[in-house]
């Protein structure tokens, strides 16, 4: 544990002196074009991750190095001002010390933005992974130790959009569709009652003020089902959205939206607590200068509990600060805060998490990156309460 406090200290040292931002610095993606319009794009990510806590355990922590390896072949067709694209990802990581919980991720996604003419426009995204969640955390939270490999999981979206209006007239209206699933496939005695689906319907209504300012209005309802029915009673629900806000955009640089209104959600089991309140998401960018700019983002809703509870009040604050000290050279600083309250159980989560990360640009294709992750949870559970530290060094490498 000494030695991995050295080593943290050493590249906070080297960072703050010398590094780069995650987003100043672009990989840039040549494509490989063939004749029949389809271009492909093909990139790698390597990372050597060091985790002095790989089952997010309050006590008796283990370490390991991890290697992570993530190739990635994209496909895009371009027609028009129409836009089709499909990605297939994959995702290898081997723990050196403790082999039970290497793992291999797969994600394939599509998406298509198809524009019918300058008033009528599709959009259209899917994905379908199988996925994996560390022990320790989601449905292990709490248990790492006593559990011997990561939980096992598939998930499948499918989200689609339909917006009527040119897109710089005064109005413009979006009505919106998404279905959500996720199914574990292992620790069938934890996940058999935490199998679920949703389907959402909504709408947004955007109006030009001018001055580069957009009023929004959404109205969306969730609708939530479990495959199955655990002992405590049905957890199916129905959630409705009603919110207003803008979105300022004065330059590239610099920007807000704001999204604040009013959330309620209502069970099917008259014994589980209904949720009515505020909810809110907010983003600003604000770049004082060219080269240097900060994120703020802050927001409040109710979620699906991994474990305990009826729901999670979650409550979010992040705020990162990018600066390019050089055209190759940029370094990020950051910092989030996530406030969980459950309800139907007695437990308040608070997670702090800082980063400081850094990018260097070898070549236009080549990407060197290296930072610290500090997290900090702090629980009214005592088995959900961990501290972690990581350090890593990654490339990443596109054509």
């Not at 290697?67 to 001002?81: I, R, V, Y």
């Not at 990581?93 to 793992?103: A, K, M, P, Q, V």
């Not at 279905?179 to 949703?198: V, W």
């Not at 009673?233 to 590239?252: A, F, I, V």
């Amino acid at each position: 544990m000494y030695c991995n406090v050295i080593l943290c200290r050493s590249v906070l040292a080297v960072l703050l002196f010398g590094s780069i931002d995650l987003s100043a610095q672009e990989l840039v993606r040549n494509a490989i074009r063939t004749e029949s319009g389809i271009d492909f794009i093909p990139e790698l990510r390597f990372e050597l991750r060091h985790d002095d806590n790989i089952a997010n355990a309050p006590e008796a922590e283990r370490s390991s190095w991890i290697s992570l390896l993530t190739p990635k072949l994209t496909a895009q067709l371009l027609s028009g001002p129409n836009e089709y694209q499909a990605a297939l990802e994959l995702a290898s990581g081997s723990y050196l010390s403790s082999s039970d919980d290497s793992y291999l991720d797969w994600n394939f996604s599509t998406a298509a933005l198809v524009e019918l003419s300058h008033r009528h426009r599709f959009d259209i995204k899917g994905r379908y992974a199988a996925a994996h969640e560390a022990r320790g955390t989601g449905i292990t939270e709490g248990q790492g130790n006593n559990l011997t490999e990561p939980a096992d999981l598939r998930l499948f979206s499918v989200q689609g959009a339909y917006e009527y209006g040119a897109k710089n007239s005064r109005t413009r209206l979006r009505l919106l569709t998404a279905y959500y699933d996720k199914d574990y496939r292992n620790y069938e005695a934890l996940t058999q009652f935490r199998t679920y689906h949703s389907i959402k319907l909504g709408t947004e209504l955007y109006y030009n003020t001018g001055a580069n300012t957009r009023l929004i209005t959404e109205i969306s309802r969730l609708h939530t089902r479990y495959d199955n029915t655990d002992i405590s009673g049905s957890r199916d629900s129905d959630t409705m959205n009603y919110r207003l806000g803008g979105r300022w955009q004065p330059s590239e640089l610099t920007s807000a939206e704001l999204r604040f209104g009013y959330q309620n959600r209502q069970f099917d089991n008259p014994q589980r607590q209904d949720f009515s309140g505020l909810a809110w998401e907010t983003a600003v960018q604000w770049a004082p200068l060219s080269y240097s700019r900060f994120n703020l983002s802050t927001g409040r809703q109710s979620k699906e509990p991994d474990t305990q509870g009826d729901f999670v009040k979650e409550t979010h604050y992040s705020l990162f600060w990018h600066h390019q000290w050089q055209p190759l050279f940029s370094s990020s600083l950051g910092v989030k805060r996530v406030n969980d309250d459950y309800t139907g159980f007695d437990r308040r989560d608070r997670l702090t998490s800082y980063q400081l990360s850094g990018k260097y640009s070898l070549l236009p294709q080549l990407l060197l990156n290296a930072g610290v992750r500090l997290h900090r949870n702090n629980s009214s559970q005592a088995n959900i309460e961990f501290d972690k530290n990581e350090v890593f060094v990654a490339v990443q490498f596109a054509l």
